[in-house]
């Protein structure tokens, strides 16, 4: 989704004279030689008109030890999603699905972030009695893309990520590998390699209505951006 005007994209808009301040790594140097004056280059300002993020942190995500749990993980990534997109120049809204369920409504820029940020200090994990995405259609007029941040622990998800038809729609979920090796109980590590096998199963049967980034949490968090990005860029061309 992007919006024809002038800005800060990435795509050709026009060539317009040299003006005092400009950026001379936006000089076109053969229009300008061509012409016998500098000449600017404007791009298009590229901007998805909404972009949401819903924090999935159902009681699945107490799995591990503080701070070492599925939901730090994932509020880790719900933070660095947010500061990505917003500096990419979207609207972020974010929903958080938990204990105590709240909204940050749609914004822009750093102040905005702090917004975000402030609101997922006081996430907790706890069940809500509705579906993911159900609140959608009543907070925004059209649809956003939808970014959703997720263990992937209970199967009702699929149905959820299912309803969601029209959305574009990308899935980030925090393997939990590493609680697995540490786990000193075998039993309890035998309960968690079932889990994590379940977990394959959900992840198997959600790519078939989105894409899904299956983050390895003994992987740098900026390769599961690299994913979102990609996501991000594909869906506005």
Not at 132 to 146: A, C, D, R, W
Not at 202 to 228: G, S
């Amino acid at each position: 989704i992007h919006s024809s005007r002038r800005g800060d994209g990435m795509e050709f808009y026009a060539l317009r004279d040299y003006a005092p301040g400009d950026d001379f790594a936006r000089v076109e140097w053969k229009a300008s030689a061509r012409m016998g004056k500098l000449m600017t280059i404007e791009r298009e300002s590229e901007r998805s008109a909404n972009i949401v993020i819903i924090l999935d942190a159902g009681t699945e995500s107490n799995l591990g030890k503080p701070p070492e749990t599925l939901l730090e993980y994932s509020i880790r990534v719900a933070g660095s999603l947010a500061s990505l997109l917003l500096n990419l120049g979207n609207q972020v809204s974010l929903i958080s699905h938990c204990e105590n369920r709240g909204l940050v409504s749609g914004g822009f820029g750093k102040r905005h972030l702090r917004s975000i940020l402030d609101h997922l200090t006081s996430v907790k994990a706890g069940e809500t009695p509705v579906p993911i995405g159900f609140e959608l259609p009543y907070i925004f007029s059209s649809k956003p893309q939808v970014v959703l941040i997720s263990p992937l622990l209970d199967p009702s998800i699929v149905g959820d990520v299912r309803a969601l038809v029209g959305y574009s729609t990308f899935v980030v979920s925090p393997s939990f590998s590493n609680i697995i090796q540490l786990e000193t109980n075998e039993t309890t590590k035998l309960a968690l390699r079932v889990l994590a096998l379940e977990r394959r199963n959900i992840i198997t049967e959600l790519r078939r209505y989105c894409a899904v980034v299956d983050w390895d949490l003994q992987v740098p968090l900026r390769t599961a951006m690299k994913e979102v990005r990609r996501w991000y860029v594909q869906t506005r061309h």
